[in-house]
């Protein structure tokens, strides 16, 4: 019985030990959410005006641009997956992909052949353990994405858009991210950037319901378009990078409160368990006791006679 009180009290102890971590875990994914909250709302007012920058070019000239001029027949399609490199989030990164394969299904069934981009290693890892190609991926700064991240991403997306089916290019581009609702929702989202649907531009801009005016452009209306996309492109991937960690930031947070949780219900369930084997223990030693004291007493009440 000694034993067993030994297996239950080195449990109590390791469990302890994870109780502690999972805990500092917590606070720290919590502080985290702070700041990657406050980065979503700084990045807000940046692509609100540069959206509306686009609209008033795409709107107020009549230039055939690659990046906003809708494909008759798209036959290719870029899909940009956001994920984590790192776990210990619940199924955060699981929910991105899962949203990312129905995409992907649902872009093949209209004849379109996909290709992958992935940010974060959690993606990585899926796609390489499951052989699928993957045309490139970035690790290494999901916790914590800055504007010269977003560029990085950015340039090889915009490259493939302008450049023709034939040579390797794309005709659509759509991002698949998990948007920061509240600290208790976070919703994987997918998104088409590319071409510019104008309508849902507006929308996004504030300007529906606005008369835009005709402008004149210097040098040009392409070489507006030109300058302006890219940055459009970069921004909304930054403010997509942003939302995607300030959700694993709050999953994280989730996962170590539940943990922690848990951690305390086991330590009370081993506890339980640990005094009812002491006391069983402590039961035998008083029947032992009790026992010999009576043999003994039968001894000496036998040499007596």
Same mark, same amino acid.
């Given at each position: 019985?000694?034993?067993?009180?030994?297996?239950?009290?080195?449990? +109590?102890?390791?469990?302890?030990?994870?109780?502690?971590?999972?805990?500092?875990?917590?606070? +720290?994914?919590?502080?985290?959410? *702070?700041?990657?909250?406050?980065?979503?709302?700084?990045?807000?007012?940046?692509?609100? =005006?540069?959206? !509306?920058?686009?609209?008033?070019?795409?709107?107020?000239?009549?230039?055939? %641009?690659?990046?906003?001029?809708?494909?008759?027949?798209?036959?290719?399609?870029?899909?940009?997956?956001?994920?984590? @490199?790192?776990?210990?989030?619940?199924?955060?990164?699981?929910?991105?992909?899962?949203?990312?394969? $129905?995409?992907? #299904?649902?872009?093949?069934?209209?004849?379109?052949?996909?290709?992958?981009?992935?940010?974060?290693?959690?993606?990585?890892?899926?796609?390489?353990? !499951?052989?699928?190609?993957?045309? @490139?991926?970035?690790?290494?700064?999901?916790?914590?994405?800055?504007?010269?991240?977003?560029?990085?991403?950015?340039?090889?997306?915009?490259?493939?858009?302008?450049? @023709?089916?034939?040579?390797?290019? *794309?005709?659509?581009? %759509?991002?698949?991210?998990? /948007?920061?609702?509240?600290?208790?929702?976070?919703?994987?989202?997918?998104?088409?950037?590319?071409?510019?649907?104008? #309508?849902?531009? *507006? /929308? =996004?801009?504030?300007?529906?319901? /606005?008369?835009?005016?005709?402008?004149?452009? =210097?040098?040009?209306?392409?070489? *507006?378009?030109?300058?302006?996309?890219?940055?459009?492109?970069?921004?909304? +991937?930054?403010?997509?990078?942003? $939302?995607?960690?300030?959700?694993?930031?709050?999953?994280?947070? !989730?996962?170590?409160?539940?943990?922690? @949780?848990?951690?305390? /219900?086991?330590?009370?369930?081993?506890?339980?368990?640990?005094?009812?084997?002491?006391?069983? #223990?402590?039961?035998?030693?008083?029947? #032992?006791?009790?026992?010999?004291?009576?043999?003994?007493?039968?001894?000496?009440?036998?040499?007596?006679?």
């Amino acid at each position: 019985m000694g034993a067993q009180l030994r297996v239950y009290k080195r449990r +109590i102890k390791s469990v302890t030990a994870t109780k502690k971590i999972t805990k500092a875990m917590e606070m +720290i994914a919590a502080s985290r959410i *702070v700041k990657a909250q406050r980065q979503v709302a700084a990045s807000t007012p940046y692509a609100t =005006e540069l959206t !509306r920058a686009v609209t008033a070019v795409a709107t107020g000239s009549n230039t055939k %641009h690659p990046l906003t001029t809708e494909v008759e027949a798209p036959v290719r399609a870029a899909v940009l997956l956001i994920t984590s @490199d790192r776990g210990l989030a619940g199924g955060y990164s699981a929910n991105a992909i899962k949203a990312a394969e $129905q995409l992907t #299904e649902r872009l093949r069934a209209e004849g379109k052949e996909v290709v992958t981009y992935i940010v974060g290693r959690k993606g990585v890892s899926y796609y390489g353990f !499951r052989e699928r190609k993957v045309t @490139d991926s970035w690790t290494g700064f999901t916790d914590a994405p800055t504007y010269a991240d977003a560029k990085k991403v950015a340039g090889p997306l915009i490259e493939a858009v302008q450049q @023709d089916t034939a040579e390797g290019g *794309v005709d659509e581009l %759509h991002i698949v991210f998990t /948007e920061f609702i509240s600290m208790l929702t976070q919703t994987p989202v997918q998104n088409r950037l590319l071409p510019l649907s104008l #309508e849902k531009t *507006v /929308e =996004e801009s504030g300007t529906k319901g /606005e008369i835009l005016p005709l402008f004149d452009f =210097e040098p040009s209306a392409e070489d *507006v378009l030109d300058a302006l996309l890219p940055r459009y492109v970069e921004s909304r +991937i930054y403010n997509a990078l942003l $939302q995607a960690a300030a959700s694993k930031h709050a999953a994280t947070r !989730r996962a170590m409160k539940s943990a922690t @949780d848990n951690a305390g /219900e086991l330590i009370k369930s081993l506890s339980r368990l640990a005094n009812a084997a002491r006391q069983a #223990e402590i039961t035998q030693e008083i029947s #032992e006791i009790v026992g010999g004291a009576s043999a003994l007493a039968d001894a000496t009440a036998g040499s007596d006679k």
